[in-house]
Nanobody, 120 residues
Framework: QVQLQESGPGLVKPSQTLSLTCTVS??????????WSWIRQPPGKGLELMGV???????YVSPSLKSRTSISRDNAKNTVYLQMNSLKPEDTAVYYC????????????WGQGTQVTVSS
């Protein structure tokens, strides 16, 4: 059973940088069975795919966020990271880490999510 645990600062000021961590257990982030995704949900809105890092380390970031967002990983720590610069109040959301099956193309596993509030 794969488990994902997000962690982050909770409260960030506008224009600052957000760094989130997704610690994975029960499976390796280098397995070809899953791609590791960052997804967020602003209050009252739907889920938004922010980006993905694949088993080989290649990444995809949503074009709307690409200029200020990066996804990376540490294989030794079995951890995936999200970094987003120049935060705005509209970046306030619950941020999730999720494992997407590369075969079935569905999200098999989700973290519990971490609330990020952007406010001065």
């Amino acid at each position: 059973q794969v488990q994902l645990q997000e962690s982050g600062p909770g409260l960030v000021k506008p224009s600052q940088t957000l760094s989130l961590t997704c610690t994975v257990s029960g499976g390796s982030i280098t397995t070809s069975y899953y791609a590791w995704s960052w997804i967020r949900q602003p209050p009252g809105k739907g889920l938004e795919l922010m980006g993905v890092i694949a088993y080989d380390g290649s990444t995809y970031v949503s074009p709307s966020l690409k200029s200020r967002t990066s996804i990376s990983r540490d294989n030794a720590k079995n951890t995936v990271y999200l970094q987003m610069n120049s935060l705005k109040p509209e970046d306030t959301a619950v941020y999730y880490c999720a494992a997407r099956s590369t075969i079935r193309r569905i999200y098999n596993y989700w973290g519990q999510g971490t609330q990020v509030t952007v406010s001065s």
